[in-house]
């Protein structure tokens, strides 16, 4: 009897119609593309992206973004793709994104977890330190440029990455800031672009900790960098390879050492995206110690 009735609940299931709603998003789904629909600036804003990298992202995506189903109704690359940098944008409830696309709270989770694995698959073909003389020599004259500090290839920072606090939760993941976090190191180069990228440690961790411990700090202890060397804040160690700026100048020439560490620090340390609004477009005096990434 129990599995008679199984089968009759089961049939009624099948024959729910679904809501004209989702008929409606996903006509706009399949015939509108939201690139065709947003303008540039508005792109930027939502993904932090402008549109000409997100379909050079796309192009590398798509073979593992496509769906290999013949089920109605699968979502597009573009739309995956474009759901999901909407929430590493914005940080925001997923509920709240797939409102943007028509999307239900699952399709977007499912979104951003196929898009994360995706670019996790090629993030070290990207994220990686200048390798060659000739990429050592642009690093070095590109920050050279700033304001005059030689032979730097990477300027250091950390960067807190709240997270969602759980029920029952180590102490060591409460920040300095008072909140769940993950101190993330981040190397970059004289154009913003992340060389290194090391996020394993808690919230309460010290810089100096996590650069000594990482493969970067290690390798430069051994002299592998050779006479390059990295910049970073008083929260890191003075080392013959990592300079820090001056507690307490007192010459010409050392409050002059501070003011061009500072400079060619900020680019590490500045947010804000080109073009974006006032409130985002923050200058390099403006600086905080946080980084969008």
């Known amino acids: 009897m129990a599995a008679i009735q199984r089968v009759l609940v089961l049939n009624q299931r099948r024959r729910r119609p679904r809501s004209r709603l989702v008929h409606v998003n996903i006509f706009i789904l399949q015939n509108l593309s939201p690139f065709d629909i947003l303008p540039d600036m508005a792109i930027l804003q939502k993904c932090r992206l402008p549109r000409q990298l997100i379909m ?123 909140y769940a976090a993950i101190n993330v190191q981040v190397i970059v180069d004289h154009r913003g672009v992340i060389s290194d990228l090391v996020a394993r440690w808690p919230g309460s961790t010290h810089d100096s900790f996590v650069w000594a411990n990482s493969a970067v700090g290690e390798q430069a202890e051994r002299e592998g960098f050779g006479q390059s060397l990295f910049l970073g804040d008083s929260g890191y160690p003075l080392r013959t390879y990592l300079f820090t700026p001056l507690t307490n100048p007192q010459t010409r020439a050392e409050r002059a050492y501070n003011v061009a560490h500072v400079h060619t620090r900020s680019v590490v340390e500045c947010r804000g995206i080109p073009g974006s609004s006032t409130r985002h477009n923050m200058s390099c005096e403006h600086i905080t110690d946080n980084l969008i990434i």
Request: overall charge positive; some cysteine.
């Open 56 to 178: 050079e992202l796309l192009d590398l995506l798509r073979p593992a973004l496509a769906r290999l189903t013949r089920r109605n109704f699968a979502l597009s690359p573009e739309v995956q793709l474009l759901a999901a940098l909407r929430f590493f944008a914005t940080g925001s409830f997923i509920e709240v994104v797939g409102e943007g696309y028509g999307l239900s709270k699952t399709s977007v989770w499912r979104c951003v977890h196929t898009v994360t694995n995706a670019l996790l698959r090629h993030a070290g073909d990207y994220i990686r330190l200048p390798a060659t003389r000739q990429e050592v020599q642009e690093v070095h004259q590109g920050c050279h440029a700033i304001a005059g500090i030689p032979r730097v290839l990477g300027l250091v920072d950390g960067t807190l990455i709240p997270i969602a606090d759980p029920s029952v939760i180590d102490q060591a993941y409460i920040s300095r800031k008072g």
